[in-house]
């Protein structure tokens, strides 16, 4: 991924997450593969975990520990209706954005 990319990602990072924690629960290196297999391979793993620290804080999700066979006890991530409604203001705000920019990609001037 190029810095531009990076550094737009970086500002849709939250809403992706949601999105994906809006089909089913995950953890977080389900996460981080779901991503990485649909072409975001610069994504680090503490870049996700951060990122879930932070909506676990702010009250998006609900959290469940579930034994791992391989080590400690791993820590799912479901949607609440706090996060359902966070989720819908985000592609409110994608479809805004995207249409914007649309206008402007395609505005030769016309005006």
């Not at 469940?64 to 791993?74: L, T």
Request: charged letters at 30%; glycine letters at 10%.
């Amino acid at each position: 991924m190029g810095r531009q990319t990076t550094e737009m990602l970086k500002g849709v990072l939250e809403g992706i997450v949601l999105g994906i924690l809006s089909a089913r629960p995950a953890y977080g290196y389900e996460i981080t593969a779901w991503l990485r297999d649909r072409g975001f391979a610069g994504i680090a793993e503490g870049t996700i975990y951060a990122l879930l620290v932070r909506i676990e804080q702010r009250g998006l999700v609900d959290v469940e520990k579930v034994p791992s066979e391989k080590g400690p006890p791993r820590k799912v991530y479901s949607l609440n209706a706090s996060g359902h409604e966070r989720l819908n203001e985000f592609w409110n705000d994608w479809s805004f954005l995207a249409a914007r920019l649309e206008e402007l990609r395609t505005d030769k001037g016309e005006k």
